[in-house]
């Protein structure tokens, strides 16, 4: 995790106070958004994909969220779920902080992969969930996707990858950074098999993770206001003079930048995911005119 | 004179250190009405106390003495190195997108008349060169530098030796504007593929990302006093114990030392450092090092660039600890 506090810096949306929504409502029936100070019925903001209705802004999703927004129905069949962390180093608070996450979450650890269609676009998928220790990647989601990869030149599939990271996890030192060269390398392996990857990156892609698989997709799709950067605001702070611009280190400022090819609103990522892998693989229309032959 | 460059824990050295050098200017003044037959076997005696203690204080170091030795000011930087170890240094300049980087040096030289590309961190000695190599955190044109000469070293059949020296790569906000993220991630993804034999040296600082970012080698080694680390420890500190006085303790946490980097697989070998750390003998430091790549470079040569790029995966392929759990 980077050593700061971007994740205090814009979280765009947090559970509303109780004391904060109007008192006839019932808990858990409403939350607040943080970026406009709306209350939203939980109703219409699942049923929004966890899109503010009033003012746009994207809610971070868990695993389990986003994999049942994106792929067909029935399609999605997890792989590697049995992978744990250790604690390899003895860190301090690292078994408990685990645990901890385990039980919010349901989770083995905070990356989730598995063979899904899009649009009926077969693919490898591999999700973070933020909400496992901000989705920092230690040993197994290193070596989740590697796997992801890997899986997808075993079965010839594309592979889509949505971060969500703090980046490289403390807790396992060396172990951690080491996954930024391993994924880079499966990368690159994925690469050389001509397999379509594609990262959407979404609330938050920082740091190492950012630094390694997340920048090396064949397409880049980012969601609206998404915070991606290197560092965290701390550290650009102690690293440079002057202020940084209004929307610094968001999708839109990346974009402008290079990094990023299209942004998509949540409701469009399934559509834009197959059109894009339709495209990349090559399949022509059935009925395509003159060019098909 | 007492120095500002020297640490807490080497005080006793450095007085040992005064107390010796004004001993030998006695002798060698022979007017000097204190120079007596009986100072040589007081400087004698004295040398031997120093070694001792100096081997008493290096059996004892901590993490965090590690880290003050890998930042030590009068360590050996790769330009020193390069100066000493190779021949026909060739200096190669920037990136062709945008910019020369000073925090990253790179170009061709020999190896015992062997040619090969050389690239690596320069942290500046003075404060103008320091601005100018920006401290050694490297921009991402010093890592497109670094991926442009590699490639360059791969067309023509170069071994690339890299040398590791930052504390991180650039955080300011120029850098994010132009990659710093991608830079990085595109050097370790060309390094993976790189048809040619890499040797990485961890000379000082091995800092997260901007160390790894040229780090993706055959074979890495540190030196004995280096460290290599995820985060700096005062960034550890500030998150574990919100103080960033607590380095030391984080130095600890977070496995950082040659030693434990080679107990982690994470690396293949220490280079050793001469007594009381490679600041103190630069000659000898740079001879360590230059044998440390022969050694390791010469087996590397005669390898077809595939079988080199499948090891290569596989040794990164093999990095982490898990578990799996039974199907229940
Ligand atoms: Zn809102």
Redesign the interface.
Known sequence: ????GWFRRKSKFAPAPAAQIDAQVPDGVAIKCAQCSEIIFTKDFEKNLKVCPHCGSHHRLTAEERIAYTVDEGSWSELFA?????D??H???YDSKLAKSVQVTGL?DGFVVGTAAVGGVPLVLGVSDFRFMGGSM???A??KV?RAMEEGIARHLPVVLFTASGG?R?Q???????????T??????L??AKLPYIVVMTDATM??V???????GDIHLAEPGALI???GAR??A???V?K?PED??TAEWQMG???IDSIVLRRDLPQALSTLLVLLTGRTSENAGGLNG | MASLNVLDFEKSIAELDENLSKLHQIVADRNNPQNKPDLAGQIAELEEHRTALLSALFANLTPWDKVLLARHVKRPYSLDYIGSIFEDWTELHGDRMFADDGAIVAGLAKLDGLPVAVIGHQKGRDLKQRQQRNFGSARPEGFRKAGRVMRLAAKFGLPVITLIDTAA??????????????A???S???M??LPVPIVSIIIGEGG??GA??I??ADRVLMLEHAV?????P???A???WRDPDRKSDAAA????TAQ??LE?S?IDGIIPEPLGGAHRDWAESAESVKAALLQNLRPLIGLSAPTLVAQ??EK??R?????????A
Do not use: H, W
Request: hydrophobic letters at 50%; glycine letters at 10%; one cysteine or more.
């Open positions: 995790m980077p050593p700061d049995n992978l744990r962390s250790v390899p180093l860190f301090k608070e083995g230690g040993s197994v290193g070596e590697v490289a403390m396992e030192g060396l172990l951690s950074l080491m996954q930024m060269a391993k880079a390398a499966a990368a690159a392996r690469a050389e740091a190492g950012l630094a390694s698989y997340a920048s090396l950067g290197f560092a550290v650009v102690q690293a440079t002057q940084p610094y280190q930048r290079g990094q | 790569a650039a955080a300011d906000i120029a850098a994010d504007e132009r990659g710093i993220s991608e990085i991630a595109r370790m993804f060309e993976a593929t997260s990302g790894l970012g780090a993706v290599y680390s995820v985060i700096p005062e960034g550890c500030a998150i574990l946490a977070l496995n950082l434990r980097a982690l994470i290569r995966y990164f392929r990095m982490g600890r898990f578990t799996e759990m039974e199907a």
